[in-house]
């Protein structure tokens, strides 16, 4: 028919187009054919619209028909061409649809020259700025706050009546790490029954709570609320190898403190900020922001450094008789407040105008809401994949080994700086020289992440902390022999291991914040919904305080076997070297799943999140 019919139209080439005949079908079967191929030209009539009108069909249609340029060279060019040379009539449709091949293939080479293509900025869609900036800023008053609160838990614990660093390691096992038990039960609990954004408040505002209510009510009250004569009877009972555990019932709000801002980082950083960012970024955005998030965060160790030292000096200009660290301690705590109030707003504002626009995030979730996994469930699950068991390895460790050696930092710290507010404004000085160091980690990790991958980027962390460990270690060992060439440059013994001490910490968290927590937090997106959910929270909160009361029972048996930290120092040394080995290991296994992962789902067009 079409030979027939082209030969038909060959003839009438001449005849102008108003004139052309439609050449009427010989039969009933051509009849039927003719209008078939017609239906299906009006099928896909869009194709020969004018530009504005078929680009707002193919809007409509995008995921049916996901290939333009395919779909007109294989489907829609031949039909036309086919269908205009038996009805000549028609060749504006096939002229109409010429044109928009034509833009499409266009488009193929150049995918933003669309009118309806989303425009970039800097290189990346409008929506991941959407993203990573409210993200970023969260980030920075996540840590802004959790700087203050860790150095100001140091000062309240180890400067309190009858306490010292060699509570830390008891406070770490027998109060931190049940707590941190008792909080991803019950987290395993409201994940089933809340929506991942009352989840997130309802987290969080225990945390507000406390810290608003510490300095102004707790604080003042602590002469009422601590046993101390009952204590210093226990301890005159005990004698000195169990002050640890009887500070710890002497001072117990200041230790509820220290646990508190021990968990606002596992709870806050590690389980909310970082699960709620695994969960609306992809992984290509993940391995070009993540490392700079940092950025911004150490922007924020920087100025909450400052801001610590700032308070903990007021007291030069209070009258006599003040309590300057009270003073400090509102001060303090009022920022902490106001920074989470922050937090919460911009989470507010992400879910109600990002959320909504990343694309899979819902249907993702309402797929995975069908299969709860309780309590129990959820920690047999994850105790039997070999990739969960990985990142519990690398959290482990990292605080086994830099508990092993901050602990006997502190105890170095706190002899040459008894007073408080001289502690407090020394560890605003550390925070601050935190923020520096990791701002320059940070725009290298980003160069080593695209240059080296994450397999080298896991494994810089425990390098760094190795090297400078073992430094700080054998400085306090080998104090007596170092001390003359110490006493030439015009430095103690003690004041050098405070300061090289100082520099292993500001080094090895650099690492952290810049390396170590990027890599982990990557290793999370390629997992399911529910496995990233509960593994991270059974990661961060039960394995991080975990490692470091791994590393505090060390030094309790250390403490109660050798009667001192100092006593024992040359086995924490030896101690460290071989955690560290095992973690290395954990990070060359679990660069190999984590590689695979990405590859299978390339193969099978899985998108993220």
Not at 428 to 437: L, R
């Amino acid at each position: 028919m079409l030979q027939r019919r082209s030969g038909q139209a060959d003839d009438t080439a001449g005849v102008s187009h108003s004139r052309r005949f439609c050449p009427a079908p010989l039969d009933k079967a051509e009849k039927l054919l003719s209008l078939q191929v017609a239906l299906k030209c009006a099928d896909v009539g869009h194709l020969s619209e004018g530009l504005e009108v078929h680009l707002r069909w193919v809007s409509l249609l995008e995921e049916e028909f996901f290939q333009q340029v395919g779909f007109f060279d294989f489907c829609v060019t031949p039909l036309f061409s086919a269908f205009t040379k038996v009805f000549p009539g028609c060749k504006a449709a096939l002229d109409g649809a010429q044109m928009n091949h034509a833009h499409w293939k266009a488009a193929a080479y150049e995918p933003a020259s669309g009118p309806d293509s989303p425009k970039t900025y800097f290189g990346y869609e409008a929506l991941t700025w959407a993203k990573i900036i409210p993200l970023a800023s969260m980030f920075f008053c996540i840590l802004f706050n959790y700087t203050i609160l860790r150095d100001t838990k140091d000062v309240l614990v180890v400067t309190a009546p009858g306490s010292g660093a060699e509570i830390i390691p008891f406070l770490k096992t027998w109060v931190n790490l049940p707590m941190a038990v008792a909080f991803t039960v019950a987290y395993s609990e409201m994940a089933n029954r809340l929506s991942p954004e009352q989840l997130f408040y309802a987290c969080i505002t225990p945390f507000i709570i406390f810290f608003g209510l510490f300095a102004p009510c707790i604080y003042p009250a602590r002469h009422t609320l601590h046993p101390t004569e009952f204590c210093q009877t226990l301890l005159e009972a005990w004698g000195p190898r169990f002050a640890g555990p009887i500070s710890i019932l002497r001072n117990w709000t200041f230790c509820m403190f220290y646990v508190m801002a021990e968990l606002w980082g596992s709870v806050v950083v590690s389980v909310l900020f970082w699960g709620f960012a695994n969960q609306i970024t992809t992984v290509e955005e993940a391995s070009q922001f993540y490392p700079l998030f940092g950025l911004g965060a150490n922007v924020a160790l920087i100025f909450s450094g400052q801001t610590t030292k700032h308070f903990s000096l007021v007291r030069a200009n209070l009258p006599p008789g003040a309590d300057g660290w009270a003073v400090s301690l509102n001060g303090l705590m009022s920022i902490v407040v106001l920074g989470g109030i922050l937090i919460c707003a911009i989470f507010f504002a992400v879910n109600r105008l990002v959320v909504p626009h990343v694309k899979g995030l819902q249907g993702r979730k309402k797929k995975t809401a069908k299969a709860k996994m309780g309590v129990g469930e959820s920690f047999t699950f994850l105790a039997s994949s070999p990739y969960i068991r990985d990142i519990a390895t690398l959290v482990v460790a990292y605080g086994i080994s830099i508990n092993l050696v901050e602990v006997t930092w502190k105890s170095k710290l706190k002899a040459q700086f008894p007073n408080p507010n001289e502690y407090s404004a020394f560890m605003g000085e550390f925070s601050t020289a935190t923020g520096a160091v990791t701002f320059v980690m940070m725009l290298l990790s980003r160069w080593i992440f695209s240059r080296f991958g994450w397999g080298v980027a896991a494994i810089v962390t425990p390098s760094v902390l190795l090297v400078t460990g073992l430094m700080f270690f054998s400085l306090v060992i080998f104090h007596e022999a170092a001390a003359p060439v110490l006493q030439a440059v015009g430095v103690t013994p003690l004041y050098a291991a405070v300061l090289v001490g100082a520099a292993q910490n500001v080094f090895s968290k650099s690492a952290k914040y810049s390396l170590f927590d990027p890599c982990k937090e990557m290793a999370y997106i390629p997992l399911e919904y529910e496995i990233k959910s509960k593994g991270k929270a059974a990661i961060d909160v039960i394995c991080n305080p975990l490692g470091k009361s791994g590393g505090a029972l060390i030094q309790q048996f250390m403490i109660i076997g050798f009667g001192s930290l100092a006593a024992s120092t040359p086995y924490l040394a030896a101690i460290l070297g071989v955690i560290i080995a095992m973690w290395l290991k954990a990070a060359a296994s679990l660069n190999v799943q984590f590689l695979q992962l990405q590859e299978e789902g390339k193969e099978n067009g899985h998108a993220s999140p």
